[in-house]
């Protein structure tokens, strides 16, 4: 791949942005859908939890937890991509059941023990550093409460041996993996892990 296809891949899916940008969420609004409605079943949230999405996009996964969960914050570096969530989650803001924040993985904003689920489609694999952004996951979670993760089996560094690796490294237990395959049409596989932090200590 040349530099040139690299920058552009960037704006569009790495870290979306111009017109580019905006192209990338509609067809990650598009081929992500599945997988984002899957990972919140999967969740089964209930309605006095709060839930920390990291790295949305374009709003679906966060629609589909704020209709179950008490409170969603959904975090991204992308002012296109949290533009994008305003527009899909607006009813959702206006009652309080949304908030956005500009920030990523490492850097959440959130106070410490503050969500009980944490949710992430398609985002692990472009974190700079697993460690920091596990570390603050792990701070921002409740005691007891879980993780989520789905990414591009293809495109995760190392693969899943590699992510539950960092996970178990940042203290989270009964960590579980498996690849499942999108309906959507072109979609690739999905790696995806579920954890948890011990409930004190």
Request: proline letters at 7%.
């Amino acid at each position: 791949m040349t530099g040139l296809s690299e920058r552009l891949l960037d704006m569009g899916f790495g870290h979306p942005r111009g017109p580019l940008g905006r192209l990338g969420g509609r067809l990650m609004a598009r081929g992500n859908a599945a997988t984002e409605q899957r990972l919140v079943d999967f969740a089964a949230l209930t309605p006095d939890e709060s839930v920390l999405i990291i790295g949305p996009g374009p709003g679906i996964g966060v629609r589909a937890a704020a209709t179950r969960a008490r409170h969603t914050v959904a975090v991204d570096p992308s002012e296109t991509m949290l533009s994008a969530c305003r527009k899909r989650c607006a009813d959702l803001i206006a009652d309080g059941k949304v908030a956005l924040i500009q920030g990523d993985a490492a850097n959440t904003t959130q106070p410490d023990d503050s969500a009980d689920v944490i949710l992430s489609v398609n985002n692990v694999m472009l974190w700079p550093d697993w460690h920091a952004g596990f570390t603050e996951l792990r701070r921002v979670l409740r005691p007891g409460g879980r993780i989520l993760l789905s990414a591009h089996d293809k495109w995760l560094p190392g693969g899943l041996p590699a992510l539950k690796a960092a996970v178990t490294h940042a203290g989270f237990i009964d960590t579980q993996t498996w690849t499942w395959e999108p309906p959507t049409r072109g979609a690739t596989t999905a790696a995806q892990l579920r954890a948890h932090l011990p409930a004190t200590g």
